[in-house]
C-alpha cells in the first residue's frame, strides 16, 4: 500500500513487456495459421479464438489474482494451507475450462450459422472438440506456471499482483493459440478419415468433469466459486465470442488479413493492464475487511474520470503508470512486428497513429470500468477477485477488436490501404 509510482513501474513493466512479446508470438501464429485450410474452410474457428484466448482472463488470470490475494493475506504461508489451495484451485479450473469450451463452441457454431445460414454437424463437432480440449490442456499447463510463479514471486519479496495476470496474460494467448490450431488442424485431417475421432475427444473430457467437480466441492476455498463463479465466466465467453465475429467477418475479407496479427496484441495488452489494476485493486480491499464491508477505503459507487486517474491514492497512481505504458508498449511490439516481417500491413505513420488511439481508447476505458465495477462489486459483497477479470478482459476483447476493426474500415476508406498482403 506504500508502494510509489516508480516502484509500481518497475514491478509491472518486465511483466508487461513480457506478457507483451507473449501478445505478439501469439498475432504472429494466428498471421499464420489464418491461411491454413481449417481456418479457411471452418471460418468459425477465428469465432473462438478472442473466446478461447479469453479464458486466461477467465480462468487464470482470475486465479492468480484469487491466489495472489491469499499469498497476500497469509492464507498460503503453510504447507497444508497451500496444498489445499492448489488442489482446489486446479480443480476449479478444469471444470470451468471444460464447460466454458464447450459452449464457446455452441456460441461459435450458432455465430457462424446465422450470417450464412449455412450448417454443417461436421464442423460442429469439429469445433467442440478443438475448443474443450484446447480448452482443458491451456488451462492445465497455464494453471501450473501460475502456482509456481506466486509462490516464487512471495519467496522474492514481490508482489504476486504485479507479475502473476501480466505472466498469466502473455503465456496464456501463446499457449492457447498455438493448441487451438494445432488441435483443429489435426482434427480437421482426421474428418476425411476417422470422423469418429471428434466425438470421441469430446466424450473424454467431458466424462472427466465428474472427478473436478468431486475435487473442488471438497474444498472449502472453491466450492462456493464452484456453484456462484458461473455467471462471470460465461457472460464473458458470450462477450468475447461477439469480438470473434468482428475478427471472423473482417480477417474473412482478404482486404483486411492484416488485421489478424494485431488482434491478439491490442486485446492482450489492454486485457493485462486492467487485470494487473483490478488484481490490486481488489487486494487494497481485502485488507480493509471483507466483501460487503463499509469502510473508508470501499467502496466507491460510481467514481468520476479525475478520481480515477487524479487523485492521491495507491490505485489512483497505478492507473496512471499502466496508462502511460500503453504508447512506448505499443510501438515496441509494433517495431517487432515489422523487424519480423509479420502480417500484410505496411506500418505507415497514419495506421501507428489510428492503431495508438484504439489502443488508448481501450485501456482508457477499461480502467475506468475497473474501478467502478471493482467497488461496486465489493458493495455487493461480491469479491472482485472472482467476478471482475472476467468481465474487464471480455470488454477488452470486444472494444479492443471493435475499435481495431473500425479502424481498418477507416483506413481502407481514407486510401491507406495494404501494399503487401500476401506477402
Not at 480462468?59 to 493475506?73: F, G, K
Not at 475497473?370 to 461496486?376: E, F, I, L, N, S
Request: charged share 10%.
Amino acid at each position: 500500500l506504500k508502494e510509489t509510482s516508480f516502484s509500481i513501474g518497475l514491478q509491472v513493466l518486465f511483466p508487461f513487456l513480457l506478457a507483451g512479446f507473449g501478445t505478439v508470438a501469439a498475432g504472429m501464429v494466428l498471421d499464420i495459421v489464418q491461411h491454413w485450410d481449417v481456418f479457411k474452410y471452418v471460418t468459425e474457428v477465428f469465432i473462438l479464438v478472442p473466446a478461447l484466448l479469453g479464458l486466461k482472463g477467465n480462468l487464470e488470470m482470475t486465479l492468480a489474482s484469487r491466489l495472489s490475494t491469499a499469498a497476500n493475506i497469509g492464507q498460503m504461508d503453510t504447507p497444508k494451507e497451500l496444498w489445499r489451495m492448489i488442489t482446489g484451485n486446479m480443480a476449479l479450473i478444469q471444470v470451468q475450462a471444460t464447460v466454458v469450451g464447450f459452449l464457446a463452441s455452441i456460441a461459435a457454431v450458432v455465430f457462424g450459422w446465422i450470417p450464412d445460414g449455412h450448417f454443417s454437424i461436421d464442423h460442429a463437432v469439429l469445433l467442440c472438440a478443438s475448443s474443450v480440449a484446447t480448452a482443458f490442456i491451456a488451462s492445465l499447463v497455464l494453471g501450473m506456471i501460475m502456482i509456481g510463479v506466486i509462490i516464487g514471486s512471495r519467496k522474492m519479496g514481490i508482489n504476486p499482483d504485479n507479475v502473476a495476470t501480466p505472466i498469466a496474460a502473455s503465456l496464456g494467448d501463446l499457449i492457447t493459440l498455438a493448441l487451438l490450431s494445432g488441435i483443429s488442424w489435426g482434427l480437421y485431417k482426421e474428418l476425411e478419415s476417422k470422423a469418429y475421432v471428434n466425438p470421441l475427444v469430446c466424450a473424454f473430457f467431458i466424462a472427466l468433469l465428474p472427478i473436478w467437480i468431486i475435487i473442488a466441492k471438497k474444498n472449502a476455498a472453491t466450492r462456493e466459486v464452484l456453484y456462484s463463479g458461473w455467471e462471470p465466466v460465461i457472460i464473458a465467453m458470450a462477450i468475447s465470442s461477439v469480438g470473434g465475429l468482428i475478427l471472423d467477418r473482417t480477417v474473412s475479407d482478404p482486404n483486411f488479413a492484416g488485421m489478424a496479427v494485431f488482434t491478439p496484441v491490442i486485446n492482450g495488452v489492454g486485457g493485462n493492464l486492467v487485470a494487473v489494476q483490478a488484481s490490486r485493486i481488489s487486494t487494497y480491499l481485502h485488507m480493509s475487511g471483507m466483501p460487503g464491508e463499509s469502510s473508508e477505503t470501499a467502496p466507491r459507487k460510481c467514481p468520476s474520470p479525475c478520481s480515477t486517474f487524479f487523485s492521491s491514492d495507491v490505485n489512483s497512481r497505478s492507473a496512471r503508470v499502466l496508462f502511460l505504458l500503453v504508447v512506448p508498449g505499443h510501438l515496441v511490439f509494433l517495431y517487432t512486428i515489422s523487424s519480423m516481417q509479420g502480417g500484410h500491413t505496411t506500418l505507415t505513420l497514419i495506421f501507428i497513429v489510428f492503431y495508438m488511439t484504439a489502443a488508448l481508447l481501450q485501456v482508457l476505458i477499461l480502467l475506468y470500468i475497473a474501478d467502478w465495477m471493482v467497488h461496486w462489486m465489493w458493495s455487493r459483497d461480491l469479491d472482485p477477485d472472482n467476478f471482475s477479470i472476467p468481465y474487464l478482459t471480455a470488454l477488452g476483447d470486444l472494444i479492443g477488436t471493435g475499435l481495431l476493426a473500425l479502424s481498418f474500415h477507416i483506413l481502407w476508406l481514407i486510401g491507406d490501404r495494404d501494399s503487401d498482403v500476401g506477402d
